[in-house]
């Protein structure tokens, strides 16, 4: 089945850059999501990019996707203490369902 | 415009009882889906609702089981509760012309 894979943790100085990468398997994805979960909270919807483009940016965000490697990621810039969260990528396949990967904890030291 | 909604928030039950986990998609939205996070095993997919019907499910066993209203709103029904059933339940929706789903608060379902 699919898989989907990140790295489990990065820590950043607030103010940098930080990249978070994710790996997928299904080469037939339309979509792939990202997604933000705070302590004891839900996911908020991120960002998402349609499968042919090869990269979206938004505001802060940029996301790049390499289709031939099946590599996904997510640029945060001027990283701050808010944006310290779990980071989940995500893609859809067969029947709608989201496979996602374990998620990727973001640390930003002040 | 109002996200998608779960209640309760927190629900404590104990081995071999029922629960129940209610989601009220964001308006205009007529599919939903659940998810199970526990610890340990990330976010799994649990149930897909579409239009009233169930169109896919995941791996999960058949003490799991759900329904979609009229009004597209969905319920969660986990029967015969194991300890392992303690999770994090997220609900999301989508207009059934996207496919971005867009999630709920969660219901943390705690077993004892």
């Known amino acids: 089945g699919e898989d989907v894979e990140q790295s489990l943790f990065l820590s950043v100085r607030e103010g940098d850059s930080s990249v978070i990468n994710c790996t997928y398997t299904?080469?037939?994805?339309?979509?792939l999501y990202w997604y933000k979960q705070e302590p004891g909270a839900g996911l908020q919807l991120l960002t998402y990019i349609f499968s042919n483009m090869d990269m979206k940016q938004d505001q802060r965000l940029t996301v790049l996707l390499n289709k031939k490697d099946k590599h996904l990621s997510l640029r945060i810039a001027d990283t701050q203490t808010g944006d310290s969260a779990i980071y989940f990528c995500a893609d859809n396949n067969a029947g709608n369902m989201l496979t996602f990967g374990g998620g990727t904890r973001l640390m930003v030291k002040p | 415009e109002a996200g998608v909604t779960q209640s309760p928030t927190h629900l404590i039950k104990t081995r071999g009882q029922q629960a129940t986990l209610r989601c009220s998609p964001i308006?205009?939205?007529?599919?939903v889906y659940w998810y199970q996070q526990a610890l340990g095993l990330g976010l799994q997919f649990l149930l897909w609702y579409d239009e009233g019907e169930e169109r896919n499910r995941g791996n999960f066993p058949p003490r799991f089981s759900g329904r979609q209203f009229p009004n597209y709103s969905s319920e969660l029904n986990v029967n015969a509760l194991e300890l392992e059933d303690s999770a994090l339940y997220l609900c999301?929706?989508?207009?059934?012309?996207?496919?971005?789903?867009?999630f709920g608060p969660g219901t943390r379902l705690t077993v004892l």
């Open positions: 999301a929706s989508t207009t059934g012309s996207t496919d971005t789903q867009y």
């Open positions: 308006s205009g939205h007529t599919s």
């Open positions: 299904d080469s037939s994805s339309t979509y």
